[in-house]
C-alpha cells in the first residue's frame, strides 16, 4: 500500500515546532538573573530529571489509554504553558511547578511520538519507513533549533525572557499540525489491556535476546555518556576559549553559534538515518560510534582544544544514533502497549543518567570539567569491550541488507489472560 503523503507532512511540522534552540542558550544565565543561586538553578535540573524519571511509565500507560495523538496534543499544551510560565515568573517556588509541568509535558510525547509514528506507517504497510521519515522528522526540528539558537542569543540580549515567549510560540503552532494528524487503529490494541496486563507485555518483549543486551548497551551506557557530555559542554567550551585567547565576554554569544552548529550538523545526518541504515547497518554503526567517541574523549587528556570538534560530533551524531535505535527497537516490539515500552525504556536510562550526572558534577568540583569528559571516555570505552565480549549486544542485529520486523498479526492474537505465551510465539 502506498504511504499517504498528508500525516508524514503534518508529522514533520509537528517536529519541527519541538525546537529547544530559542532558549537553550541562555537559559542558564535567565535563571541566574532572577536572582536564584547555583544551588538552587541545580535542584531544578534535578527535579526536572526526578519528575521525568517517574512520569515516564505512568504517562507511557495513558498515552497508550488515552490514544497517541491525544497524548501528544496533552504534552504539547502542558509545554507551552510552562515556557510562557518561566517567562513570565522570577521566583523559584513559581519556577518549581513550572519546571514540573514541563517535565510532564515532555513525559507525555516521549512515548507517544514514536508509538505514532510507527503504528501510522504500519498501518499502510510502510513500517520499513519509520527510520527515514523519524530521521528526516528529527532534522526538521534540529534545523528549526539551529537558527533558533542563533536567534535566541540575540533576543536575550535584548531581554532573557524574549526566547521562552518564542518558543511557546512555536510549541503552540505544533497544535495545528497534531489536530488534524489520524489516530492509528493499531493503538486500541493497547486501550484494551489492564494495567497488569501492560506490564507482562513489557516484561516478555524486553527479556528478548535481540534486545536484552541492547538495552544495556545503548540506553544504559551509551546515553548516560552522552547526557554527561552535554551537561559539560557550556563549562568545558568557556575554559578551552578563554585559555586560547579568547575574550571572555564573547565566550556566551559564541555559546549560541556552538549549539546552532550542534543543531545544523545533527539535521543534516538524522536527515540522512534511513541511508546510514541501508548503506551502514545497525551493526557497524552501533559499533563504531560509541568507540570513535570514547576515543575523541579520552584524546582530550592531550589535547584540550579537540574538546570543541568531539562535542559537534558527538552532539552532531547522537540524534541520528538515537533515531536508528528507536527504529530498531520498535522494529521488535508490537502495537500492545508500544508508547508504555518505550517509555519503559526512556526511563530506564533516566535510571542510569540522573545518578550518573550527579556523580559528575562532583568529580567536576573535585577536579575539572575536562577530567569529567576524559574518564567518561575510559567508561565508555570499557564498558563497550566488555558488553561486547560479555554481552554480545549486536549478536541478533541484521546487517545492512537484512531487516527484522514484529508482524502485527502476532500481536493481535494477545489476550489479557495469555498474553506470555503469545509473545513467546511471535517470530522474527
Known amino acids: 500500500m502506498r504511504l499517504s503523503q498528508q500525516p508524514v507532512k503534518l508529522y514533520y511540522c509537528y517536529k519541527a515546532t519541538k525546537a529547544v534552540g530559542f532558549y537553550r542558550p541562555i537559559l542558564i544565565l535567565y535563571l541566574l538573573a532572577q536572582g536564584l543561586t547555583y544551588t538552587q538553578v541545580a535542584l531544578l535540573e534535578g527535579l526536572y530529571a526526578l519528575t521525568t524519571v517517574l512520569g515516564e511509565v505512568p504517562t507511557g500507560y495513558l498515552g497508550d489509554r488515552l490514544g497517541r495523538r491525544n497524548s501528544l496534543l496533552v504534552g504539547t499544551v502542558l509545554i507551552t504553558v510552562a515556557l510562557i510560565g518561566i517567562g513570565l515568573t522570577g521566583t523559584f517556588p513559581v519556577l518549581i511547578g513550572f519546571y514540573i509541568i514541563w517535565s510532564m509535558g515532555y513525559n507525555f510525547r516521549s512515548g507517544s ?151 545544523l550538523l545533527a539535521a543534516i545526518i538524522s536527515y540522512n538515518t534511513g541511508v546510514i541504515k541501508t548503506r551502514v547497518g545497525y551493526r557497524r554503526w552501533f559499533f563504531a560510534v560509541p568507540l570513535f567517541i570514547a576515543g575523541g574523549l579520552l584524546s582530550l587528556a592531550i589535547i584540550p582544544l579537540l574538546a570543541l570538534p568531539v562535542f559537534v560530533f558527538a552532539r552532531g551524531i547522537f540524534d541520528a544514533t538515537h533515531s536508528l535505535a ?27 543518567s540522573v545518578p550518573a550526572q550527579v556523580a559528575s558534577g562532583r568529580v567536576a568540583d573535585a577536579t575539572s570539567p575536562l577530567w569529567v569528559l576524559v574518564m567518561s571516555g575510559g567508561i565508555l570505552a570499557v564498558g563497550v569491550v566488555f558488553l561486547l565480549i560479555i554481552g554480545r549486544p549486536f549478536l541478533e542485529m541484521e546487517t545492512e541488507h537484512e531487516s527484522v520486523e514484529m508482524t502485527h498479526e502476532a500481536y493481535s492474537d494477545i489476550q489479557a489472560d495469555d498474553i506470555s505465551e503469545s509473545i513467546d510465539e511471535v517470530q522474527d
Request: proline share 4%; hydrophobic share 50%.
Open 326 to 352: 528507536s527504529g530498531y527497537v520498535n522494529n521488535r516490539i508490537g502495537s500492545s502497549a508500544r508508547a508504555t515500552i518505550i517509555s519503559s525504556l526512556a526511563l530506564v536510562s533516566s535510571l542510569v
Open 113 to 263: 511520538d514514536d508509538a505514532w509514528l510507527y503504528d501510522t506507517l504500519a498501518e499502510r504497510s510502510s513500517s520499513m519507513a519509520f527510520t527515514t521519515v523519524k530521521g528526516r522528522g528529527v532534522a526538521a526540528g534540529l534545523f528549526v533549533g539551529g537558527l533558533g539558537s542563533i536567534l535566541g542569543g540575540y533576543l536575550g540580549q535584548i531581554d532573557l525572557s524574549l526566547p521562552f515567549f518564542v518558543a511557546a510560540a512555536v510549541s503552540a503552532l505544533g497544535l495545528l499540525a497534531l489536530g488534524p494528524l489520524p489516530e492509528p487503529t493499531r493503538s486500541s490494541e493497547s486501550q484494551s489491556l489492564g494495567a497488569g496486563d501492560i506490564f507482562r507485555v513489557i516484561g516478555t518483549s524486553l527479556s528478548r535476546p535481540s534486545l536484552r543486551w541492547f538495552i544495556v548497551y545503548y540506553f544504559m551506557l551509551f546515553v548516560p555518556i552522552i547526557e554527561i557530555l552535554i551537561l559539560q559542554v557550556q563549562p568545558v567550551t568557556k575554559t578551552v576559549l578563554v585559555n586560547a585567547g579568547v575574550a571572555s565576554g564573547t565566550v556566551k554569544s559564541l555559546l549560541g553559534w556552538l549549539y546552532a552548529a550542534f543543531s
